[in-house]
């Protein structure tokens, strides 16, 4: 496993990009939106990881409802799996709550899942599984 992102939400991508660029002295690898999710996302590559901010689109969605609720910063932490139903079968299995029943559709062509906050001792997890050959 490998620490694929950092998810930081943000009011506002094209406030929060100005500071991430100069803090880092980088440029964002790539913009995305991910209308499944209700996001804009912005990339920023750290070495093996990225650092992810996330600002709502049209004003819903989960960030939207996070920023309503506790305000910017972090919002998740996501762990590479090479097999999502596999990571996500084992979390089931242990007893842990899944925020979806299926992987959904996540930045980069990605499926994606969250394990519920509230079983991780308050942090939100997400699985990432990134397309490769021999996946769909
Ligand atoms: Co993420």
């Known amino acids: 496993m490998r620490l694929d992102h950092i998810g930081i939400a943000v009011r506002s991508l094209e406030a929060a990009l100005t500071p991430y660029r100069l803090a880092l002295g980088l440029e964002p690898e790539h913009l995305e939106e991910v209308p499944g999710e209700q996001v804009r996302t912005a990339f920023f590559r750290l ?11 049209n004003g819903g969605g989960p960030i939207a409802a996070f920023l309503e609720k506790r305000g910017a910063g972090i919002h998740h932490l996501a762990v590479e799996v090479p097999d999502i139903a596999a990571a996500m079968a084992r979390a089931r299995q242990g007893g842990l709550r899944l925020l979806s ?7 980069g062509g990605s499926r994606v899942c969250f394990v519920h906050p509230k079983d991780l001792g308050g942090v939100l997890l997400e699985f ?9």
Do not use: I, N, Q, S
């Open 47 to 57: 070495g093996d990881t990225h650092l992810e901010l996330l600002e709502p689109m």
């Open 101 to 107: 029943e299926e992987p959904r559709a996540g930045a």
């Open 128 to 136: 990432v599984e990134h397309p490769g050959p021999g996946k769909e």
